[in-house]
């Protein structure tokens, strides 16, 4: 078990120097990480041979993910992930976590050459370990991340949908459009329906539209189809019963659903994975002043 008996009394000894009753409870908690966080470097760089490093950065590297500060817990992930075993030493517990938080890291704030550099690294440093060919594997499916299009991007969506209708995105000028990746058998899918199906009742008639991706499999096409029918969806749906194999999310990079897409009335994506009231505050937002309600 590691030791943890510096950074409980570091915790302890700050947690004294603070004054809970002038503050709630976030503030308490983000100036008590602050304290440590400092502390904690204080002590590595005068030990920084320290037995407990590793511990100690592992608390960093919380704490400033607790703290958003995103360019020193990356700068600390880049240090820990070059001090793992590459090649036929390499330890996959140990290695693909570290890997992966610092490629996530870099993903979520938009740096993704970064994070495309971090991915190629990671291709070579798995080279000559017995399960190389399973990892690469892993590592060409989170390459697909970087197909995945952001705000300002423009998606092209053409296809017969499942009610049998020609669809081609680029003709929904001045439209603002919801695209939903989306399965049946996804439960946070089916739990944000009643949010996607209120923003449609409220704003269709001002010119909101919404297109269904779904990742449905061939032998579910009739389940599918009920569901549609039940829940009153008459929006259209794209549907190969290729599951995660989906054209178009293979396309655009999907990797995990629910995933949408809001593209404003210029054809650009406005909004990315909007979740409960925020979906309808955007639609309104980017309809502009025809979707204010009478």
Not at 145 to 159: C, K, R, S, V
Request: net charge negative; charged share 25%; proline share 4%.
């Amino acid at each position: 078990m590691k030791n943890r008996s510096l950074l409980a009394a570091a915790s302890a000894i700050l947690a004294l120097q603070i004054p809970a009753f002038a503050q709630n409870a976030a503030e308490l908690i983000e100036e008590h990480t602050k304290k440590a966080a400092t502390a904690v470097e204080a002590y590595l760089q005068k030990n920084p041979e320290a037995k407990d490093s590793t511990e100690a950065v592992d608390f960093l590297i919380e704490s400033y993910s607790r703290l958003g500060m995103t360019e020193r817990q990356a700068q600390l992930l880049e240090q820990k992930y070059q001090g793992l075993a590459k090649g036929a030493d390499l330890d996959p517990p140990e290695f693909f976590p570290v890997f992966q938080e610092l490629f996530a890291l870099h993903m979520e704030n938009g740096g993704k050459i970064k994070a495309k550099s971090t991915l190629e690294r990671a291709r070579k440093d798995i080279e000559g370990h017995p399960q190389a060919n399973r990892f690469a594997k892993f590592l060409d499916s989170l390459g697909s991340e970087f197909n995945q299009p952001g705000i300002g991007d423009i998606m092209t969506l053409n296809f017969t949908s499942l009610q049998g209708e020609k669809f081609d995105l680029a003709k929904l000028k001045d439209k603002v459009v919801l695209i939903d990746f989306w399965a049946t058998w996804c439960g946070p899918c089916i739990a944000e329906l009643p949010n996607v199906q209120k923003a449609y009742a409220d704003y269709h008639d001002k010119g909101f539209e919404i297109v269904g991706i779904s990742l449905d499999r061939a032998a579910d096409k009739e389940k599918l189809e009920n569901f549609i029918k039940e829940k009153k969806m008459p929006w259209p749906q794209a549907y190969d019963g290729e599951g995660w194999g989906n054209a178009i999310a293979k396309k655009y990079g999907i990797t995990s659903i629910p995933a949408t897409f809001l593209v404003g009335k210029d054809g650009k994506i406005v909004e990315t994975n909007l979740r409960g009231d925020a979906l309808g505050v955007a639609v309104g937002k980017h309809l502009g002043d025809k979707a204010e309600k009478n």
